[in-house]
């Protein structure tokens, strides 16, 4: 079983990134705040901690994880090629849509950082909400 570590939001596309401790999750609407969520099948990306270390080491670079614009952050479960899977976050269940692919944003905050998330789905997964619900920092994660 995993943990939630992180959480957050961006306004609107190339807006910055707002780290929050909690916040609702709808079907309708994604994550609070977030302008992706209305997308039905990315409305929330979620990023592993080991993947993100490991991204970083190969970079050559300590980056913030929101960095890479992510909505969550968790640790202790696997991301990659877990397209169907489900995942659930306190309450809240997410079914895994796709690989989150890294963009050239990624390399305008660091680059050749888009590089180094292209292996092993480091980039993270986007996700669609199943079950909505409130989720808060420290929460178990967990795939079912």
Same mark, same amino acid.
């Given at each position: ?74 640790? $202790? =479960? ?5 397209? #169907?899977? &489900?995942?659930?976050? !306190? +309450?809240? @269940?997410?079914? /895994? ?26 980039? $993270? =997964? ?5 079950? #909505?619900? &409130?989720?808060?920092? !420290? +929460?178990? @994660?967990?795939? /079912?």
């Amino acid at each position: 079983m995993g943990k939630l570590l992180g959480i957050a939001r961006k306004a609107k596309s190339g807006a910055p990134m707002e780290e929050i401790h909690a916040a609702g999750v709808t079907v309708e609407q994604g994550l609070e705040g977030d302008y992706r969520g209305k997308l039905r099948r990315r409305q929330i990306s979620v990023l592993a901690r080991e993947d993100w270390e490991a991204t970083c080491a190969e970079h050559g670079k300590d980056l913030a994880w929101t960095t890479r614009r992510a909505n969550l952050l968790v640790e $202790g =479960v696997a991301l990659k090629e877990a397209t #169907g899977s &489900r995942l659930k976050i !306190g +309450d809240v @269940v997410l079914e /895994i849509y796709c690989e989150t692919d890294p963009c050239t944003i990624m390399d305008k905050a660091s680059p050749g950082l888009r590089r180094a998330l292209e292996p092993d789905w480091r980039g $993270g =997964v986007c996700c669609r909400v199943i079950k #909505g619900g &409130r989720i808060s920092l !420290g +929460d178990d @994660v967990d795939f /079912i």
